[in-house]
């Protein structure tokens, strides 16, 4: 009979288990699937709401995007649905759209798709982007200028660059990613994981290489936020030359595509 127990309670707490391992994979479909309401949907989950209600969700999603921001690190979709927006779900784009006339009236800074596969935002300086300048190509703070020379490296060399070509050049500005730098702390650290999560820089593993090589390329923010005009006529002044110097770049540089690279606000 204590046998019988015993199964019983083994069998129930398996089948408990699995039904929590499956009510997690269901919250985390959940999420990831999120589907976009429909007007329809949208106006009738606004006529179940208060104005009240409404503004103060739309202020949580403001002030976690300006909690983001800080550190520059990208909002997925999925996450401020999950932590922020939760069950308001079903107007979802309004709250968005209010969130970014918020931004654009009140802070002066534009709410950016930055990838569009996988929904995730950025804030910029509506200013800095009128004027064609930026925190990376004015750096105000010594690790923005880190920034700017690797983010320079990589445009003048084609778009991608290995590893070994940064760390050389980062060494010669004294900041050797072996070791512990006065201002950044461990710079390789900086460079391959606070940059990369913030989508300024790519770091990908080239294939079939022993040992393992890696390669930078520009990441999403820095398509966003950074000209590449402003960087050559960075270089053109370091090196005595006119940008048209470097005719590749030059091209790429004032392309029709580099220069609407700001993109416009998304509400998706």
Do not use: C
Not at 25 to 34: G, K
Not at 48 to 61: C, G, I, R, S, W
Not at 231 to 236: A, H, N
């Amino acid at each position: 009979m204590s046998q019988r127990k015993r199964l019983s309670n083994t069998q129930s707490s398996s089948q408990s288990k699995r039904q929590s391992g499956n009510l997690v994979v269901r919250e985390e479909d959940d999420d990831s699937t999120f589907t976009q309401p429909s007007t329809s949907q949208v106006q009738k989950g606004l006529e179940k709401l208060t104005p009240a209600q409404v503004d103060q969700k739309t202020a949580e999603v403001v002030q976690y995007f300006l909690m983001k921001d800080q550190k520059k690190i990208p909002i997925r979709r999925a996450d401020l649905v999950k932590h922020v927006v939760k069950e308001y779900r079903n107007i979802y784009p309004e709250i968005m759209k209010r969130a970014a006339r918020t931004f654009d009236q009140v802070f002066g800074l534009k709410m950016i798709e930055i990838d569009a596969k996988n929904h995730m935002y950025i804030l910029i300086n509506k200013l800095e982007t009128a004027e064609g300048a930026s925190p990376i190509t004015s750096p105000t703070n010594p690790k923005m200028g880190l920034l700017f020379v690797i983010l320079s490296v990589i445009f003048m060399k084609g778009g991608v660059v290995r590893e070994n070509l940064i760390w050389s050049t980062l060494k010669k500005l004294r900041a050797d990613p072996g070791e512990k730098h006065e201002e950044f702390g461990d710079v390789k650290k900086v460079v391959t994981d606070e940059f990369v999560r913030q989508r300024y820089l790519e770091y990908v593993r080239i294939p079939h290489t022993e040992p393992v090589e890696h390669e930078f390329r520009w990441g999403q923010r820095a398509d966003v936020e950074v000209s590449k005009a402003k960087i050559l006529e960075f270089m053109g002044q370091l090196h005595e030359q006119e940008p048209q110097s470097w005719s590749q770049q030059y091209r790429e540089a004032h392309s029709i595509s580099n220069s609407s690279q700001a993109g416009t606000s998304s509400q998706r």
